[in-house]
């Protein structure tokens, strides 16, 4: 079958390099004289057959621009799922669903589509392949950098400066006020938004959730020390899914226990909405209720001062840096090759510096950061190593 036009849609949080991926695309497309249309808001764009022209005269150096031009949504056509337990029933009602979706291909007038997004909106584009045989090809697309399918997605290294720059920025005020100041960043699941710039801004306390904290060991005594050894003010980076041990959780803190999270509420995909517990306030309240912590800073001549920042939609915000438009050009220009050679139901990938090609179910896998990694050993050497050298000093 010939390709005369492409759908692309992007689904799930916006992030910077987004519109590079469509003018990857748009530039490949034009090149094999394709025609490519936007399907606004992601996957309700596309069950509702919501459409916007990509005609590239009109988008000189889209690449440069934040954001997505389609719009976004955090729709899932198979929500309704998880409110079936018999799972047989489950399965047979997910190849409906898919065998529904399949039909706006040709109401759409499109004969093959590129998702943009992350595990959630790829898990869709997999199921739509796997039960339908549907021409539809992915593009790694999550600020959080947790698809196993990939080295790196696009907005992730925009993202990584803009919080280390917030927190280089917010090292003047703490140093001015003489404060604590823990500022959370995205990471619902995996912490490498807030390793890498914790590491890059030279965070005090790096915590994420791959490594369940205690409040007590890694939190208290760590700030403890570090007044007694002198130093004045202190940067914690906190992922919005940090969580404490449940040991931690049921001795340590006074306004929060595991009821608390539990509670939380779903997104449409079922995830916890982590944000909504306010990590970094619980931490600010569970710290201003020490009273040894204040009397510790008190012998040092520092009034206990504790402020939250939550970084939050600013991460997404601004204009792509060099490495993600590069990168989103690039993954847009494979994923139009993709569908010129027939191989449906891959998503393109960034192999150390090659771009490669990956199955839906593999590529939407979740990535963490391994216990063993030397971004652990860095972090906790930054940690210790910095107070334990003032201590030798003195």
Known sequence: MTIKKIGILTGGGDCPGLNSVLYGA???????????????????????NLTTPLNIADHDDLHTVGG?????SRTNPFKELQDINDEEKKEERKKEIAHEMSK?????????????GGDDTLGVADAL?????????????????????????????????LASNAMDNLTTTARSHQRVFIVEIMGRDAGFLTM????????DIILIPETPFDLEDDVIEVLKRRANSGHKYHIIACSEGAYPSNDSLNRDFQTISKETIEKLPKDPFGNPILPKLNMSKI????????????DVFKENGVDLEVRSVVLGHTMRAGTPNAFDRILGLRFGLAAV????????????????????????DEGVKKKYISAESDKIELRDLMVEIRYKAREIQQ
């Open 26 to 48: 748009m530039l490949k497309a034009f090149d094999e004289e394709i025609e490519c249309i936007g399907i606004s808001k992601g996957w309700k764009g596309f069950m509702e």
């Open 68 to 72: 997505t031009l389609l719009y976004t």
């Open 104 to 116: 706006h291909f040709d109401e759409l007038g499109i004969d093959a589509l590129i998702a943009i």
């Open 129 to 161: 392949y796997k039960y339908t045989n549907a021409k539809v090809v992915g593009c790694p697309k999550t600020i959080d950098n947790d698809l196993m399918g990939t080295h790196y997605t696009f907005g992730f290294w925009s993202a990584v400066q």
């Open 196 to 203: 890498y710039s914790g590491i890059s801004s030279g965070a």
């Open 283 to 294: 931490l600010a309240k569970e710290l201003d209720l020490r009273e040894d912590l204040r």
């Open 337 to 360: 090759k993709l569908i010129l050679n027939g191989e449906f139901g891959n998503m393109v990938s960034l192999q150390g510096n090659q771009i490669l090609t990956v199955p839906f």
